[in-house]
C-alpha cells in the first residue's frame, strides 16, 4: 500500500528555520517524482516544485524559487521541505504528494500525505 | 503561466442530484488536466487524472472529458460524502496550476 506520512505540526517564530518531511512507504522511491503543494489557511491549492528522488532532479514554481528548498533523501525514502528564514506569510498546511508519469511523460498527482500545519507567529 | 478558472466557485444541491463543475485553461493544455476533493481539514484526493480516467478506488459516479481549454466534472446522484471542495489542475507544463476550488454544499 502506497503511504506518504508527514511530519508532525510546527509552531515557529519569524526568521526560524524549518525543515518538514514526507516519508513515502509501499513503492519503488526513487521511480517516482514526489511533489510539495501549499495551501494557505483558507484558500486553495497552490504547486510548489517537484523532486525526483532517484538524481535529485528539482522542479521549481517560479513564485517558492529562492523561498524553500526541496531535496530527498533516498537512504530512508524521505523527502523535505524547508526554509532557512521563516516569515509569518509562510503560515500555510504544507502537502506532498506523489507523481505519476503518462505515457506522454507529463506527470500527475496519484497518492497524497496527510499534511503538514506549520504557523508562524511571534 | 496557464490559468484555471472553475466555474462555479460555488454550488448547493441536494442529495441525490447530478452537478456539474466546469473548469477552463487559458490556453490548450491537451488532457493533461485532473480532478481533486478535498475535504475541511483533510488532504486533497486525486479523483481523475487524463482529463477523464478515474483513479484507482474512485467510484463511477465520478466522470471527467474535455481536451484543449475546456473540462467538466459530473458527480451523479449526490450523496452526503460528495459534499466538499472540488479543484483541477494542468500538468501540461510548469508551473502546475490549480482552479480556484468549487465548493459544493448540501441544500
Known amino acids: 500500500e502506497v503511504q506518504l506520512v508527514q511530519s508532525g505540526a510546527e509552531v515557529k517564530k519569524p526568521g526560524e528555520s524549518l525543515k518538514i518531511s514526507c516519508k513515502a512507504s509501499?513503492?519503488?522511491?526513487?521511480?517516482?517524482?514526489i511533489g510539495w503543494v501549499r495551501q494557505m489557511p483558507g484558500k486553495g491549492l497552490e504547486w510548489m516544485g517537484n523532486?525526483?528522488?532517484?538524481?535529485?532532479?528539482?522542479r521549481y514554481s517560479p513564485s517558492f524559487q529562492g523561498q524553500v528548498t526541496i531535496s530527498a533523501d533516498k537512504s530512508i525514502s524521505t523527502a523535505f521541505l524547508q526554509w532557512s528564514s521563516l516569515k509569518a506569510s509562510d503560515t500555510a498546511m504544507y502537502h506532498c504528494?506523489?507523481?505519476?508519469?503518462?505515457?506522454?511523460?507529463?506527470?500527475?498527482?496519484?497518492?497524497w500525505g496527510q499534511g503538514t500545519l506549520v504557523t508562524v507567529s511571534s | 503561466d496557464i490559468q484555471m478558472t472553475q466555474s462555479p466557485s460555488s454550488l448547493s444541491a441536494s442529495v441525490g442530484d447530478r452537478v456539474t463543475i466546469t473548469c477552463r485553461a487559458s490556453?490548450?493544455?491537451?488532457?493533461?488536466l485532473a480532478w481533486f476533493q478535498q475535504k475541511p481539514g483533510k488532504a486533497p484526493k486525486s479523483l481523475i487524472y487524463a482529463a477523464s480516467t478515474l483513479q484507482s478506488g474512485v467510484p463511477s459516479k465520478f466522470s471527467g472529458s474535455g481536451s484543449g481549454t475546456d473540462f467538466t466534472l459530473t458527480i451523479g446522484s449526490l450523496q452526503p460524502e460528495d459534499f466538499a471542495t472540488y479543484y483541477c489542475q494542468q500538468y501540461n507544463s510548469y508551473p502546475y496550476t490549480f482552479g480556484q476550488g468549487t465548493k459544493l454544499e448540501i441544500k
Open positions: 509501499g513503492y519503488s522511491f526513487t521511480t517516482y517524482w
Open positions: 523532486i525526483y528522488p532517484g538524481d535529485s532532479d528539482t
Open positions: 504528494a506523489r507523481l505519476r508519469r503518462t505515457v506522454a511523460g507529463t506527470l500527475f498527482f496519484d497518492y
Open positions: 490556453r490548450g493544455i491537451s488532457n493533461n
